[in-house]
């Protein structure tokens, strides 16, 4: 069964970089696109980006000048970095896999990551 | 990008009552070259991430009880707690995975009456 665990820094001052890393257990990183999303203390979930195992990746225009995803096939994993944050970045933040089906992708989400706070406070 | 609209907030339902979460797209979420609607549910405890419910609008995800039932197409549907469960108490969100970026429902908080 398919398990994904993340880590990354859980405290950072405003203007740094955000860094997230999150492994694959149990299951093929490829064939796969891979998710960030994030949800602020108390509110809704927002979809950051993807990447897939060629290291396509897409990302969420709200974000996609500060945003960069990246992945390592021989580790399976893949990383979220985030640029000039400020406490509007405080979040936890999740890594998810996409559905494949019948060779198709679709991103409705599941297994997740346990989830990373991270507060952006000075 | 789709807005996707929950409601109520939040609701109070007494054990083994239905509770019923509403959920609209703005625009339509259903593909019309193969007929299916492009929404997803999600249950999400305190402290934990979401867990997938229903794709395809009303498709139950392997090892989910068949007491939650979604419905609808287009831009409404629903999702259907058919006899509430001291367990099912949690935020319920739906997503949209029409186009990119997929979005959600700003949830609805279910809670024991």
């Known amino acids: 069964q398919v398990r994904l665990q993340q880590w990354g820094a859980g405290l950072l001052k405003p203007s740094e970089t955000l860094s997230l890393t999150c492994a694959v257990y149990?299951?093929?990183?490829?064939?796969?696109?891979w998710s960030w999303i994030r949800q602020p203390p108390g509110k809704g979930l927002e979809w950051i980006g993807e990447i897939n195992h060629s290291g396509t990746t897409n990302y969420n225009s709200s974000l996609k000048s500060r945003v960069t995803i990246s992945g390592d096939k021989s580790k399976n994993q893949f990383s979220l970095k985030l640029s000039s944050v400020t406490a509007a970045d405080t979040a936890v933040y999740y890594c998810a896999r996409c559905s494949l089906r019948s060779g198709y992708y679709y991103n409705w989400f599941g297994p997740w990551g346990q989830g990373t706070l991270v507060t952006v406070s000075s | 990008d789709i807005v996707m609209t929950q409601s109520p907030d939040s609701l109070a339902v007494s054990l083994g009552e239905r509770a019923t979460i509403n959920c609209k797209s703005s625009?339509?979420?259903?593909?019309?070259?193969?007929?299916?609607?492009?929404l997803a549910w999600y249950q999400q405890k305190p402290g934990q991430p979401p867990k997938l419910l229903i794709y395809w609008a009303s498709t139950r995800e392997s090892g989910v009880p068949d007491r939650f039932t979604g419905s609808g197409s287009g831009t409404d549907f629903t999702l259907t707690i058919s006899s509430l469960q001291a367990e099912d108490v949690a935020v319920y969100y739906c997503q949209q995975y029409y186009n990119t970026p997929p979005t959600f429902g700003q949830g609805t908080k279910v809670e024991i009456k």
């Open positions: 149990g299951g093929s990183f490829s064939g796969y696109y």
């Open positions: 625009p339509s979420v259903l593909y019309s070259s193969n007929n299916k609607n492009y």
